[in-house]
């Protein structure tokens, strides 16, 4: 089975930088799309970042320009550079991505979340 192990999260003040990290592991497992989740008590789930293998990312309008996805293919790992934070980044982050067994049929992929990690902004 797949799973993803984050690290990384903690207390920042505003202004401040974290950087989240994200492995995922598994025997006989082809790892697709690698992304970045966030979610605050209360509020629906929103998406960060992604990027796919050929690292091609994508960003929410609210992080463009302060964030950074990046990833090792290699080692099946995905990175979250995080800048110039402010208070209303605070939020509980997800690492995602996209499995598939090498047995499987080509492109029968299944969403793979982390058991997310908490990221404060606060003076």
């Known amino acids: 089975q797949v799973q993803l192990v984050e690290s990384g999260g903690g207390l920042v003040e505003p202004g401040g930088s974290l950087r989240l990290s994200c492995a995922a592991s598994g025997s006989n497992y082809d790892i697709n799309a690698m992304g970045w989740y966030r979610q605050v008590l209360g509020k629906e789930r929103e998406l960060v970042a992604t990027?796919?293998?050929?690292?091609?990312?994508n960003y929410a309008d609210s992080v463009k320009g302060r964030f950074t996805i990046s990833r090792d293919n290699a080692k099946n790992m995905v990175t979250l550079q995080m800048n110039s934070l402010k208070p209303e980044d605070t939020a509980v982050y997800y690492c995602r991505a996209e499995a598939r067994h090498i047995t499987w049929t080509i492109n029968s992929y299944f969403g793979v979340w982390g058991q997310g990690t908490l990221v404060t902004v606060s003076s």
């Open positions: 990027i796919r293998r050929g690292e091609t990312a």
